[in-house]
């Protein structure tokens, strides 16, 4: 006989991969939001970020744009989501965690992410997988061991009414 549970609730893996896009929901770059979530061996949630700029460096202010003199674009100003939640944890060690992101990560980012003890990523899109710092990113993570895997979309759709 059965418990009587209900059984279409969402798995470990939408969860977190959706609070990493809910999380990206917060970024004012007009182009890329990316989220991320750093999640316990034992399922529970350790951090979040999105990218952006630093704290104290207003997002009116620093320049959001792709394209022109190196001090006016949003590339050496911003912070990516998954160095921001590695950088928001203050519980201590990450070791043995899970990084949900909805972006595959850079180089810079990869770096972090061995160097904290994150073991795992899970990852949404690979768009630039193509480009040199995420065949760097690849490289640097299979070295480090780090486990990383594409996300697998169920196609499940969840309305969030706010």
Excluded at 89 to 98: A, D, F, I, M, V
Aim: proline share 3%.
């Amino acid at each position: 006989m059965g418990s009587g549970k209900r059984t279409d609730y969402i798995s470990w893996d939408e969860y977190f991969m959706g609070i990493a896009f809910l999380s990206g929901m917060r970024s004012k770059d007009p182009n890329t939001q990316v989220g991320a979530c750093i999640v316990s061996a034992d399922h529970k949630i350790l951090s979040v970020g999105y990218n952006g700029f630093p704290n104290g460096c207003s997002d009116d202010v620093f320049p959001w744009c792709r394209e022109g003199d190196p001090l006016e674009t949003k590339y050496i100003y911003a912070t990516h989501g998954e160095l921001n939640a590695i950088l928001n944890y203050r519980g201590g060690s990450l070791e043995g965690s899970t990084l949900y992101v909805t972006l595959f990560p850079c180089n810079e980012c990869a770096k972090a992410i061995i160097q904290s003890g994150i073991s795992e990523v899970v990852y949404d899109c690979d768009k630039y997988k193509d480009s040199e710092s995420c065949i760097a990113s690849r490289k640097m993570l299979g070295a480090a061991g780090v486990s990383v895997r594409e996300y697998k979309h169920s196609d499940r759709e969840i309305k969030i009414q706010l």
